[in-house]
């Protein structure tokens, strides 16, 4: 692989970074490529990238540092890197500046969320329009993992400029294929085996929207006591999580597993996947979950229709319709008989095949 260096925000579990790890294992050769990380913080995957073998560097970029700039700038002419890709949407406007002035001919800039992630103050949204004119201006290639992402952030873009291309998210099925029953991962999580488990993967986030499924399981809670709910993923298992769960009464039938490494005997364990999302890139986990071969109810935010097969499209919800989720829920539990319409294994397979996609990501970053 030719010099590549690519942006992260952070080595924390996250979309980006997890995609990007996927990434640089699914490569047969590592050579040449080095991750700059914007923050200095070694997060949660840092062993796992430690074992890649890449080279790293601890660098941040600044919103308006100059001299933070000086340095990338210097570093991408001395390293003559052939590709920069930045994962940092709009904020990677002025990593394709900085590229083009250091002489480096493939600037590639990758959206992964869909929508701003910031407080809208009247400077916060001009410098993110200024930013986002840059990477129109200066990245050579515009890439995203949905078509939504694109629409946001470039509606005024051309629809023949061929610099921008949707990549969906790669995932190996054969991760999901395994010889544990469902019991046994029960057991290995330590949850109850006598009791149908509505499960949802996903840091501790407003846009995740768990005040939702909080009030989903105390509505079920109030019509069965066979129904629990299960948490994973960064913040989870937090003091301030703890206590929203003891405040709306629902302690008793919440496990609240925080961050967790082996997603496919996680997955495995639960009954129903249950993903009332308020804003998405092309959610990982959502992906997963199918792949899985788990039943899905999911919001109705267009990244989510877009993720999902068209046949899906009629049973997603709003992701505020507590009382809807409840009703999904509460149909499920009652009639098995219709759980092959939330199945949607094969169609995730198709779409989101690691081998295809990552092949496609593969062939931006080697083309100049």
Same mark, same amino acid.
Request: hydrophobic fraction near 40%; include cysteine; charge should be positive.
């Given at each position: 692989?030719?010099? $590549?260096?690519?942006?992260?925000?952070?080595?924390?579990?996250?979309?980006?970074?997890?995609?990007?790890?996927?990434?640089?294992?699914?490569?047969?050769?590592?050579?040449?490529?080095?991750?700059?990380?914007?923050?200095?913080?070694?997060?949660?995957?840092?062993?796992?990238?430690?074992?890649?073998?890449?080279?790293?560097?601890?660098?941040?970029?600044?919103?308006? /540092? #100059?001299?933070?700039?000086?340095?990338?700038?210097?570093?991408?002419?001395?390293?003559?890197?052939?590709?920069?890709?930045?994962?940092?949407?709009?904020?990677?406007?002025?990593?394709?500046?900085?590229?083009?002035?250091?002489?480096?001919? =493939?600037?590639?800039?990758?959206?992964?969320?869909?929508?701003?992630?910031?407080?809208? *103050?009247?400077?916060?949204?001009?410098?993110?329009?200024?930013?986002?004119?840059?990477?129109? =201006?200066?990245?050579?290639?515009?890439?995203?993992?949905?078509?939504?992402?694109?629409?946001?952030?470039?509606?005024?873009?051309?629809?023949?400029?061929?610099?921008?291309?949707?990549?969906?998210?790669?995932?190996?099925?054969?991760?999901?294929?395994?010889?544990?029953?469902?019991?046994?991962?029960?057991?290995?999580?330590?949850?109850?085996?006598?009791?149908?488990?509505?499960?949802?993967?996903?840091?501790?986030? #407003?846009?995740? /929207?768990?005040?939702?499924?909080?009030?989903?399981?105390?509505?079920?809670?109030?019509?069965?006591?066979?129904?629990?709910?299960?948490? &994973?993923?960064?913040? *989870?298992?937090?003091?301030?999580?703890?206590?929203?769960?003891?405040?709306?009464?629902?302690?008793?039938?919440?496990?609240?597993?925080?961050?967790?490494?082996?997603?496919?005997?996680?997955?495995?364990?639960?009954?129903?996947?249950?993903?009332?999302?308020? *804003?998405?890139?092309?959610?990982?986990?959502?992906?997963?979950?199918?792949?899985?071969?788990?039943?899905?109810?999911?919001?109705?935010? #267009?990244?989510?229709?877009?993720?999902?097969?068209?046949?899906?499209?009629?049973?997603?919800? /709003?992701?505020?319709?507590?009382?809807?989720?409840?009703?999904?829920?509460?149909?499920?539990?009652?009639?098995?008989?219709?759980?092959?319409?939330?199945?949607?294994? $094969?169609? &995730?397979?198709?779409?989101?095949?690691?081998?295809?996609?990552? *092949?496609?990501?593969?062939?931006?970053?080697?083309?100049?």
């Amino acid at each position: 692989m030719k010099k $590549t260096c690519f942006l992260i925000p952070g080595i924390d579990a996250g979309g980006i970074e997890n995609y990007l790890l996927r990434f640089i294992n699914f490569l047969p050769e590592k050579d040449g490529i080095t991750i700059i990380v914007r923050s200095e913080k070694k997060g949660d995957l840092w062993p796992e990238y430690e074992k890649t073998g890449v080279n790293f560097r601890f660098q941040g970029v600044g919103f308006i /540092n #100059p001299l933070k700039w000086f340095k990338l700038f210097r570093y991408f002419r001395k390293q003559q890197f052939k590709t920069v890709c930045d994962f940092n949407g709009n904020f990677a406007g002025i990593t394709m500046l900085l590229a083009r002035m250091a002489g480096v001919k =493939n600037r590639i800039a990758f959206y992964r969320r869909s929508s701003n992630a910031f407080k809208q *103050t009247w400077f916060n949204l001009k410098y993110n329009d200024l930013v986002n004119w840059f990477v129109f =201006n200066y990245a050579t290639k515009i890439l995203s993992n949905s078509q939504h992402a694109i629409d946001f952030f470039f509606p005024y873009r051309q629809i023949r400029d061929k610099r921008f291309r949707v990549i969906p998210n790669g995932i190996d099925p054969d991760m999901f294929e395994m010889k544990e029953t469902k019991e046994e991962a029960r057991k290995f999580f330590h949850l109850p085996t006598n009791r149908f488990i509505v499960g949802h993967v996903g840091r501790y986030d #407003p846009a995740k /929207n768990h005040e939702t499924i909080f009030k989903v399981a105390q509505k079920l809670k109030q019509e069965n006591q066979n129904i629990n709910f299960l948490f &994973a993923g960064k913040g *989870t298992d937090n003091p301030d999580f703890l206590g929203k769960i003891k405040w709306y009464g629902i302690e008793d039938i919440c496990h609240c597993l925080g961050l967790q490494t082996n997603l496919p005997l996680l997955y495995k364990s639960m009954d129903l996947f249950y993903f009332p999302s308020f *804003t998405e890139g092309q959610p990982n986990a959502l992906i997963e979950a199918m792949m899985a071969g788990l039943s899905v109810l999911a919001s109705n935010i #267009p990244p989510i229709k877009e993720t999902m097969p068209e046949r899906a499209h009629s049973i997603l919800i /709003n992701p505020l319709d507590s009382d809807l989720a409840a009703l999904s829920i509460m149909k499920l539990f009652k009639n098995q008989s219709v759980e092959g319409e939330l199945i949607f294994k $094969t169609e &995730a397979e198709m779409k989101f095949n690691q081998k295809t996609n990552f *092949t496609l990501f593969l062939k931006e970053l080697s083309d100049e």
